[in-house]
């Protein structure tokens, strides 16, 4: 790792100034990078090549970065962090996210998870921590698409507000400067609003062009909660469980094709630069040094003109490609239940 380092040091070349990246402030005060890296490996990265991948990005301008405990590779990530501040980032430079893990959700288990990652991050405090999934519906890592939990729940308000409260007090304590939900909908965030005391700063959704959530992300800007978008680009790398026969692929729809060709670009930098043009983060997850720089240098360069803008508006075709069915609590369940289509939470 320390000649991975020596040979990219801060910031190359050919790199972005992190002080010309977009932000977003939260109502907390505090302003997040429009842009991260995503560093969910899926099936394909090993935890050396994503740890790699965080020096790479950090060299070339990025300063955010989006992890979770249930990666597993934090500790490796974490001598990454430690090799970038060695190298004269501050750590009040970077922002740096983590989530609590589905099986953690208890009330004695969510302030040591915190620390957990803490530790393997090599931090003393999270920039901003979620709750990663709604439900407390154990997977194992890898497993396909028939897995369940034989503890697995629905959504139930009273037990997630206990969890909450723990989130709550983990911001008390000092350990966490904000907190998040993700995978969450509308009915549950309503919810989760009227009966907070510290609300969510930030909302992690699936948003790329063909999923684009438009009531989930208003939602959202209404209420002064900022969506990160995971799998910006369409997810062309995501598990094998994940994948169905009914899936599109953003990157060759005929209108990002053609956009990109306006640009001279890539197709999946056109979905970066709609999205942060649109007002979310997206966190892309790359380990090409080549892709990662493209991206980034999407948010400088460039812009998308108004009416691409709402050219692409108009190629929402609502494929959501992280379906969740591995958190179905049912047998012969579909995985719609997730999602609270009819506008309110699905019951047991």
């Known amino acids: ?18 002080r010309q990246v977009p932000q977003r402030r939260l109502y907390t005060g505090d302003h997040i990078p429009a842009l991260g890296l995503g560093t969910f490996g899926s099936d394909h990265a090993t935890h050396e090549v994503i740890a790699e991948a965080v020096v790479t990005a950090a060299s070339v301008g990025y300063r955010h970065f989006d992890c979770a405990s249930v990666y597993s590779n934090e500790d490796h990530i974490g001598q990454s962090l430690k090799s970038i501040m060695d190298h004269g980032v501050k750590r009040e430079e970077l922002w740096i996210n983590s989530k609590l893990w589905n ?11 915190c620390e957990r990652s803490l530790k393997d991050l090599g931090l003393d405090y999270l920039d901003l921590y979620f709750v990663h999934w709604p439900f407390p519906n154990f997977h194992p890592p890898g497993c396909d698409v028939g897995s369940r939990s034989p503890d697995s729940q629905p959504y139930i308000h009273e037990n997630f507000m206990k969890t909450w409260r723990q989130m709550e007090k983990l911001v008390d304590m000092g350990l ?33 062009p063909h999923f684009q959530q438009p009531e989930l992300f208003e939602y959202a800007q209404n209420n002064d909660i900022v969506p990160i978008g995971y799998s910006p680009i369409g997810s ?9 026969s009914d899936d599109t692929v953003d990157i060759e729809d005929p209108v990002i ?11 999946a930098v056109v979905c970066l630069k709609w999205a942060v043009q649109r007002g979310q983060v997206p966190i892309p997850m790359s380990t090409n040094r080549r892709n990662i720089l493209a991206n980034i240098k999407a948010l400088v360069e460039d812009p998308l003109t108004n009416q691409e803008m709402q050219d692409i508006a108009g190629i929402d075709r609502n494929c959501r490609l992280i379906k969740g069915q591995v958190f179905l609590w049912k047998d012969n369940q579909d995985w719609q239940d997730l999602w609270d289509l009819n506008g309110t939470v699905t019951l047991p």
Do not use: Q
Request: one cysteine or more; glycine letters at 4%; a negative charge.
């Open 103 to 113: 099986d953690k959700h208890a009330e004695k288990e969510i302030i040591p998870s």
């Open 1 to 18: 790792m320390s000649t991975v380092i020596e040979k990219t040091l801060f910031t190359s070349d050919d790199g972005v100034d992190p």
């Open 236 to 244: 062309p790398a995501r598990p094998e469980r994940d994948r169905t």
């Open 257 to 267: 094709v053609r956009v990109a060709g306006n640009h001279g670009i890539h197709p």
């Open 176 to 208: 966490v400067r904000n907190i998040g939900t993700s995978n969450m909908t509308i009915p549950k965030l309503e919810l989760l609003l009227r009966d907070a005391e510290i609300k969510p700063a930030c909302n992690e959704m699936e948003l790329h």
